[in-house]
């Protein structure tokens, strides 16, 4: 699930911002999956998703 809503990181240690802002996602997620607009994808499209967007990460911070 990939989110708009981003969490301010001047918000972290204040638990009550980030239960709010976890709340808000859960739902958004809910709302998705209850209107037909989720997308599950298995665990292994799921790893070789994060490899991807893990080894698209090393190399943009190579070039730095």
Same mark, same amino acid.
């Given at each position: @699930? *990939?989110?708009? @809503?981003?969490?301010?990181?001047?918000?972290? %240690?204040?638990? $009550?911002?980030?239960? *709010?802002?976890? *709340?808000?996602?859960? /739902?958004?997620?809910? %709302? !998705?999956?209850?209107?037909?607009?989720?997308?599950?994808?298995?665990?292994?499209?799921? /790893?070789?998703? @994060?490899? %991807?967007?893990?080894?698209? $990460? !090393?190399? !943009? /911070?190579? /070039?730095?």
């Amino acid at each position: @699930m *990939t989110s708009k @809503m981003a969490f301010e990181t001047n918000k972290k %240690d204040d638990p $009550i911002s980030h239960d *709010t802002w976890l *709340t808000q996602q859960v /739902n958004a997620a809910f %709302d !998705r999956m209850e209107n037909g607009l989720a997308v599950f994808v298995s665990n292994e499209e799921a /790893n070789a998703q @994060m490899d %991807d967007f893990k080894a698209k $990460i !090393r190399v !943009r /911070n190579k /070039n730095l």
